[in-house]
């Protein structure tokens, strides 16, 4: 079984750029595809970016596309999230996620077995 702890979040000014990253524990990170998912206040948590163990990506919605890039480093069992031009829309809370079949790059939360405690993103106007 993975653990998974993001860090990174924090309260950025719009326009800024933030990098978030979830560091795995427990199981080497090349055994799963990971991803990014978000939940604002009040709404659904939604899928934002994923990718399999050998860098396969899936397309990023298109809330988010052209402004944040999904990587993963498996040496360092760690994944990340760089966000630029950041939004208001964009605040809440990100969690990382593990799906071990990784070789599908989901896009619901379903197919993700193992989660983050999440890291808070605050973006002002």
């Known amino acids: 079984q993975v653990q998974l702890v993001e860090s990174g979040g924090g309260l950025v000014q719009a326009g800024g750029s933030l990098r978030l990253s979830c560091a795995a524990s427990?199981?080497?990170?090349?055994?799963?595809?990971m991803a990014w998912f978000r939940q604002a206040p009040g709404k659904e948590r939604e899928f934002v970016a994923a990718i399999s163990w050998n860098d396969g990506l899936t397309p990023y919605p298109d809330s988010v596309e052209d402004r944040f890039t999904i990587s993963r480093d498996n040496a360092k069992n760690t994944v990340y999230l760089q966000m630029n031009s950041l939004k208001p829309e964009d605040t809440g809370v990100y969690y990382c996620?593990?799906?071990?079949?990784?070789?599908?790059?989901?896009?619901?939360?379903?197919?993700?077995?193992?989660w983050g405690q999440g890291t808070q993103v605050t973006v002002s106007s």
């Open positions: 996620a593990a799906d071990p079949n990784r070789v599908r790059v989901g896009v619901r939360r379903s197919e993700y077995d193992y």
């Open positions: 427990g199981r080497a990170l090349s055994n799963y595809t």
